[in-house]
């Protein structure tokens, strides 16, 4: 069974950093094409970053310079390094991935985590 | 970067009712959308990919088509488990997913 645990979240000041994970079992990380999903309080979906099977990495304009994504492929696990915290970034954050790539959804994000939240305040 | 814009925003619906929401994309996206559904303290679930193509356990009443810009995702009898909000995205661009704003689905 497919399973997506994320840790890591809290409360922290503007201007601090944090380090988000997300535990997968049931499939390999480093094998499908796994992102970061954020959702502000009230508000919609927003995507934060992917990193493909082939370690190649991208980012939101909102995050990029501040945030990296990356991967522990002993641990099985999914990260994401967020520094430089603003207020806005206050939002749970979802770890998502497209485990069918090779298939007919390609790159279709299919399974979600719980979500953790980070909250962004003095 | 492609933006995605759904409408309506809010969409006021009875049970037994066929409902549609509409998702635009600002370039074609050929047929790389998604439609999801997310119930409040939950994590979004996968409705339909590929614009048309639905998800193993979805009910058939969900239904979606569209190519190129424009894409629909439809209930066809409104149950009460169906309100929830519900968010397009793009899957086409490589470099990044985009989520439309979102429909939440009332009762009235």
């Known amino acids: 069974e497919v399973q997506l645990v994320e840790s890591g979240g809290g409360l922290i000041q503007p201007g601090g950093s944090l380090r988000l994970s997300c535990a997968a079992s049931g499939f390999t990380v480093s094998s499908n094409y796994m992102s970061w999903v954020r959702q502000a309080p009230g508000k919609g979906l927003e995507w934060v970053s992917v990193i493909y099977s082939i370690g190649t990495t991208y980012y939101a304009a909102s995050v990029k310079g501040r945030f990296t994504i990356s991967r522990d492929n002993s641990k099985n696990t999914l990260y994401l390094q967020m520094n430089s915290l603003r207020a806005e970034d206050t939002a749970v954050y979802y770890c998502a991935g497209a485990l069918d790539s090779s298939g007919p959804k390609g790159r279709c994000i299919d399974y979600w985590g719980q979500g953790t939240l980070v909250t962004v305040s003095s | 970067d492609i933006q995605m814009t759904q409408s309506p925003s809010t969409l006021s619906a009875s049970v037994g009712d066929r409902v549609t929401i509409t998702c635009r994309a600002s370039q074609s996206i050929s047929n790389w959308l998604a439609w999801y559904q997310q119930k409040p303290g939950k994590a979004p679930s996968l409705l339909i990919y590929?614009?048309?193509s639905l998800e193993s356990g979805v009910p058939s009443r969900f239904s979606g088509s569209g190519s190129g810009t424009e894409f629909t995702l439809t209930i066809s009898s409104l149950q009460p488990d169906d309100f929830a909000t519900y968010y397009c995205?793009?899957?086409?661009?490589?470099?990044?997913?985009?989520f439309g704003q979102g429909t939440k689905l009332e009762i009235k």
């Open positions: 995205q793009q899957y086409n661009s490589y470099s990044g997913y985009t």
């Open positions: 590929k614009a048309s």
